[in-house]
């Protein structure tokens, strides 16, 4: 989606997001010649159908930075304003490993973390409830790669 | 006024870019695997699930490594027939580890992550209407699937289809244009149409269909040690299609008990023998065409 000035001809570029509120997103985009600023406001069901699709909105850094971790398909646009991650449902900042905001019953490691962005997020957090299952029940304070990798012996994967 | 087209860029988000980005990544991940084979049908309840396992089972007795993706998000049996039921998905050293079971044959399947006591939920903002973007909700999953596992060298990955015309062509496009399909159906004209609707819903796609497999093709009696006839007579006629039949497995209720309970190993007759002959059919008519 691109947004032109008529007045000016001229692309519009983003300026600054508000929210989400309640699946919500405005984002405000300005025409870099004549400085007039225009707000898009997406519904839920916009929110939902964008995130559906596997791709960030915002400026291309923030939104390869939010592809492994969040579910909201604006992160990286609100990342790159200043919104906080907690905001979006990011990993870290107080949340559980599995993004969800459940708190994890064991700490990791930031390596073990950031391992866990290979596991589709949809399904990111049975992973971790089964990894933390399996930690606690041999008796593991913390989940690290060492603990991924005896993880990986126990169950006979790859 | 400027058009669309005009206007270089999208206005930061490069969605395109992010979108060829997630097929290197499916292409990188997909590599090492020699052939892709999704086993479909568009009919439920003909024995694809069942089949697909047994088909790998048969490939690595040919000496042919395998593994298994369960593209039924929503029904996914895999899981349970491979006994990989409760074994979390981990991360691996190269993107996501591929579950095997206890003789090595890779699984990946939903299952395995969502008990059976539940379904396949997916977060939204927009409870009420799932219609509206559940299935390209899915199709990320299952593209995040294929570009996540670490797969290694393959020589087979089988695809096990949902049900739905629809899907399998679908399914088709998702896992691009080298991709071969096997149909199952079983003997009765009701399947036949249906089986019969994927096979046309294929014949526009550059996808080659290496052939069907009659399922259920009579019943097994280990009493009488023979096969009878589970449809009626003349139901095998009604179910011809118009392409190579690769074999006709028989009903054996051993493998049904065997299946529920996560050992998947068939026990030797002619089911097993029909499963074994669909396989070198397959290894006959991919080295055909590749």
């Known amino acids: 989606m691109k947004f032109l000035c008529v007045s000016c001809d001229e692309q519009m570029k983003l ?11 405005a984002v405000v985009y ?9 707000a898009m406001m997406m519904n839920p ?47 870290g900042g107080g949340q559980g490993v599995a993004g969800n905001g459940e708190s994890a019953s064991i700490p ?25 299952k399996f930690a606690l029940d041999h008796g593991y304070e913390e989940v690290d790669a060492a603990v991924l990798e005896r993880a990986r012996t126990f169950f006979g994967i790859a | 006024m400027k058009t ?7 206005g930061g988000s490069d969605v395109l870019g992010q979108v060829l980005r997630q097929r290197e990544r499916i292409a990188h991940a997909m590599a090492g695997i020699d052939h892709v084979v999704a086993i479909g049908s568009g009919k439920g309840g003909v024995g694809k699930s069942t089949l697909t396992m047994q088909l790998a089972l048969a490939l690595e007795r040919a000496k042919r490594r395998c593994a298994i993706l369960d593209a039924d998000l929503n029904g996914p049996c895999q899981a349970r027939l491979a006994g990989l039921e409760n074994v979390p ?49 899915e199709f990320n999953l299952f593209q995040q699937l294929l570009g996540l596992v670490d797969w290694g060298r393959l020589d087979f990955l089988l695809v096990d289809l949902p049900p739905g015309a629809e899907r399998t062509l679908q399914y088709a496009e998702v896992l691009g244009p080298a991709a071969r399909f096997v149909l199952v159906t079983i003997p009765s004209a009701l399947a036949r149409g249906v089986v019969a609707r994927s096979a046309a819903a294929l014949e526009g796609t550059p996808n080659e269909v290496i052939g069907y497999i009659e399922n259920m093709s009579g019943y097994y009696c280990g009493t009488c040690d023979g096969v009878r006839s589970l449809f009626g007579e003349g139901a095998a006629e009604a179910a011809e299609l118009g392409f190579p039949c690769l074999a006709r497995v028989p009903f054996d209720p051993r493998l049904a008990s065997a299946s529920d309970a996560g050992e998947p190993d068939l026990p030797r007759g002619p089911a097993l023998r029909a499963i074994d002959e669909a396989a070198a059919q397959i290894l006959s008519r991919v080295a055909k065409t590749t």
């Not at chain 2, 669309?4 to 999208?10: A, I, L, M, N, S």
């Open chain 1, 30 to 38: 300005a025409c870099p010649r004549c400085s007039s600023e225009m």
């Open chain 1, 108 to 132: 990791w490691t930031s390596e073990a973390r950031e391992r866990m962005a290979n596991i589709p997020d949809i399904v990111r957090t049975s992973a971790v409830a089964g990894i933390e």
């Open chain 2, 89 to 137: 998905l981990l991360p691996g050293d190269r993107g996501m580890a591929l579950p095997r079971t206890l003789r090595g044959l890779g699984v990946v399947s939903v299952g395995s992550m969502v008990p059976e006591a539940k379904h396949l939920e997916f977060e939204s903002v927009a409870e009420g209407d799932t219609h509206v973007w559940r299935a390209t909700r």
């Open chain 1, 15 to 25: 300026k600054h997001a508000v929210g989400p509120d309640g699946g919500s997103v």
């Open chain 2, 4 to 10: 669309y087209f005009d206007v270089e860029g999208d």
């Open chain 1, 45 to 91: 069901h916009e929110t939902q159908v964008v995130g559906s699709l596997g791709v960030r909105i915002g400026p291309e850094a923030g939104a390869e930075a939010g592809t492994a971790t969040s579910k909201c398909p604006f992160t990286g646009m609100l990342t790159d304003l200043g919104v906080p991650a907690a905001a979006t449902g990011q990993v």
